[in-house]
């Protein structure tokens, strides 16, 4: 059971540089969210996606840009990355409704230079 | 979204029993109140959830009084791997599962 799988585990990248960070879920979900963490912190809302081809702001969408390309696969793209974004990014799916449950993927560790 | 308000940190040894309560004053009719765990280097892991009354899994338990202002998790006979930060959430916005996660509550079970 994979659940759900983020691509790269780790990445350094330069200032200025692009990303995009990869998410899939295997478990027919129809929502699926983008966190951050930093270091000491809980996680932050940085994207979601409620339902394939929508896409909404969380608590802290500035820098990056989403696309959820079908059911399964999600997407963050840093277009210039800067080193405020040096983070843990998860990514996350649910069924939708407030009682169910979200699942985590293992995250990316992202330090920017 | 219902803030949630819990304890930064707590210690225990092996072998107890370990209470977490959240305060969630603002708690909608709708809500449901979740628990996650999550250990270093990984990410959350859903521990239970609840509506009213109690909730027990085979991991945990959780007591939810009935105005439903707060919530007590609830961990039996505690180990050093229990050791991680809890998150008490509330509620979703919209019905889309969007939740806000507050700093949780830090776990250290001591041997």
């Known amino acids: 059971n994979a659940g759900v799988t983020q691509t790269p585990k780790f990445q350094v990248l330069k200032t200025g540089q692009s990303m995009t960070l990869q998410c899939a879920q295997d478990?027919?979900?129809?929502?699926m969210y983008w966190y951050r963490q930093d270091p000491g912190m809980g996680l932050r809302l940085i994207y979601y996606?409620?339902?394939?081809?929508?896409?909404d702001k969380g608590e802290v969408p500035n820098g990056y840009n989403v696309s959820r390309l079908n059911k399964r696969e999600f997407s963050l793209r840093l277009e210039s990355a800067a080193p405020s974004q040096t983070s843990v990014y998860f990514c996350?799916?649910?069924?939708?409704?407030?009682?169910?449950?979200?699942?985590f993927g293992d995250g990316t560790r992202l330090s920017i230079l | 979204l219902a803030k949630t308000t819990q304890p930064i940190s707590m210690d225990s040894y092996e072998g107890q029993e370990v209470n977490i309560t959240c305060s969630h004053n603002?708690?909608?009719?709708?809500?449901?109140i979740t628990w996650y765990q999550q250990f270093p280097s990984q990410g959350p892991r859903f521990i239970i959830q609840?509506?009213?009354t109690k909730v027990t899994n085979e991991v945990a338990s959780l007591f939810i009084p009935a105005d439903r202002k707060s919530s007590t998790l609830s961990l039996p006979r505690v180990s050093l791997s229990d050791t991680a930060v809890y998150y008490c959430?509330?509620?979703?916005?919209?019905?889309?599962?969007?939740?806000?996660f507050g700093q949780g509550t830090t776990l250290q079970v001591k041997p």
């Open positions: 996350a799916s649910s069924g939708g409704a407030g009682n169910q449950p979200q699942h």
């Open positions: 478990m027919n979900h129809n929502s």
């Open positions: 996606s409620a339902s394939e081809g929508t896409t």
């Open positions: 603002n708690i909608a009719t709708n809500d449901y």
């Open positions: 609840g509506y009213k």
């Open positions: 959430l509330v509620g979703d916005e919209g019905n889309t599962g969007k939740l806000i």
